[in-house]
T-cell receptor, first 113, second 114 residues
Framework: GDSVTQMEGPVTLSEEACLTI???????????LFWYVQYPGEGLQLLLK?????DKGSNKGFEATYRKETTSFHLEKGSVQVSDSAVYFC????????????FGKGTLLTVNP | DADVTQTPRNRITKTGKRIMLECSQT?????MYWYRQDPGLGLRLIYY???????NKGEISDGYSVSRQAQAKFSLSLESAIPNQTALYFC?????????????FGPGTRLTVL
């Protein structure tokens, strides 16, 4: 079945540091890949997505590239801000699972001023 | 107003009590989902519904039931709550089509079973 493995946290960075959160996946088909973000006290919201190999999703300064050869979708940001402190979830969906989302366990990011 | 709302936002109950968590959406989506979130375990799917007449079990449906009263409403029930059902519960919606797999989440219900 489908699975997502993401970097365990917590991750603590200083403001303006570079961020990478690793995510790899296993899927039987050709999944779409997502990063969701959960700010404190809120539900999840879509951060970015990519639907085919070599696509790059981007939003709010975050980027992730769909790498089929390494089955990865790592989240990156060049300069984090305190407001980026949140839990980040990597997820996938594909036709084989009727487009239900499979989530990783989440990575807590704390950015200090 | 929020597109996906959940009530209550917080609930403390006792072992053995029946609890209902409600979800309403104004997005007009056919698909609705219930998840639970536990620290270190991510989100796990409890039940999902692709339309009013279609209800499906997720990976952890034991101890839970659902009702899809209308396109806009999807309720989750715990018939006899137990302490290991203490968790954060999320409702989500999605719409078939080009954005088929983008889900929109409610703010969550924090449930504590004593």
């Amino acid at each position: 079945g489908d699975s997502v493995t993401q970097m365990e946290g917590p991750v603590t960075l200083s403001e303006e540091a570079c961020l990478t959160i690793n995510c790899t996946y296993t899927a039987t088909g050709y999944p779409s890949l997502f990063w969701y973000v959960q700010y404190p006290g809120e539900g999840l919201q879509l951060l970015l997505k990519a639907t085919k190999a070599d696509d790059k999703g981007s939003n709010k300064g975050f980027e992730a590239t769909y790498r089929k050869e390494t089955t990865s979708f790592h989240l990156e940001k060049g300069s984090v801000q305190v407001s980026d402190s949140a839990v980040y979830f990597c997820a996938l969906s594909d036709a084989g699972s009727n487009y239900k989302l499979t989530f990783g366990k989440g990575t807590l990011l704390t950015v200090n001023p | 107003d929020a597109d996906v709302t959940q009530t209550p936002r917080n609930r403390i109950t006792k072992t053995g009590k029946r609890i209902m968590l409600e979800c309403s959406q104004t997005k007009g989506h056919d698909r609705m989902y219930w998840y639970r979130q536990d620290p270190g375990l991510g989100l796990r799917l409890i039940y999902y519904s692709f339309d009013v007449k279609d209800i499906n079990k997720g990976e952890i449906s034991d101890g839970y039931s659902v009702s899809r009263q209308a396109q806009a409403k999807f309720s989750l029930s715990l018939e006899s709550a137990i302490p290991n059902q203490t968790a954060l519960y999320f409702c989500a919606t999605s719409e078939p089509g080009q954005g088929l797999d983008t889900q929109y989440f409610g703010p969550g219900t924090r449930l504590t079973v004593l």
